[in-house]
């Protein structure tokens, strides 16, 4: 498997994890539940990877960047999450802009060759970011570092572990 399968295949895997993991939150409520007054929740989340995606963009394809003065407020580097729900747009609405910002690092992937993800990142990035490789390297790592937030709040409501639940245990 090459290099470009490879990133391909983690970044759907990591993706449909949680989008697994997000199917389970339902009300506004839920979406915007916290497990403790600074914590992560699902809305944040969802609306935090689509703002990585597309800072991970901006690296490797910045005319695909969409400017969303909205969701860069509400989900953006250094934003705070709150448990009021109307402090943030619909969930239908942010899971729509997760998922067709994913599509769109994906769509850009699939057009590259092998030799694209050698190339060296500006120097401002080189010490984050090398090289174009590790721009997709990097969307992995950080989906799974928080989806394993967005675990811990969907448990928090009461549901098992989507991995290896004990026998009887609902997931």
């Not at 970044?11 to 697994?20: P, V």
């Not at 703002?51 to 705070?80: H, I, W, Y």
């Not at 448990?83 to 239908?92: F, H, I, Q």
Request: glycine fraction near 6%; charge should be negative; proline fraction near 8%.
């Amino acid at each position: 498997m090459s290099a470009k399968q490879r990133l391909l295949k983690q970044l759907r895997s990591a993706r449909e994890y949680s989008l697994s993991l997000l199917a389970d939150f339902t009300t506004p409520e839920q979406w915007t539940h916290q497990v403790h007054a600074h914590a992560n929740h699902a809305l944040w989340f969802a609306g935090h990877m689509a703002m990585a995606d597309n800072f991970f963009l901006s690296n490797v394809a910045p005319e695909r960047v969409v400017t969303n003065p909205e969701f860069e407020k509400a989900f953006g580097t250094g934003s705070q999450p709150t448990s009021n729900p109307a402090d943030y747009p619909p969930a239908e609405k942010v899971l729509a802009v997760m998922k067709e910002r994913r599509e769109t690092l994906l769509d850009v992937l699939e057009a590259m060759d092998e030799a694209a993800l050698e190339t060296p990142l500006p120097k401002a990035r080189a010490d984050f970011l090398p090289d174009v490789g590790s721009v997709f390297e990097m969307a992995v790592w950080h989906e799974g570092l928080h989806s394993g937030q967005l675990s811990v709040a969907r448990r928090a409501m009461g549901h098992g572990p989507k991995q290896n639940p004990a026998p009887g245990e609902a997931t």
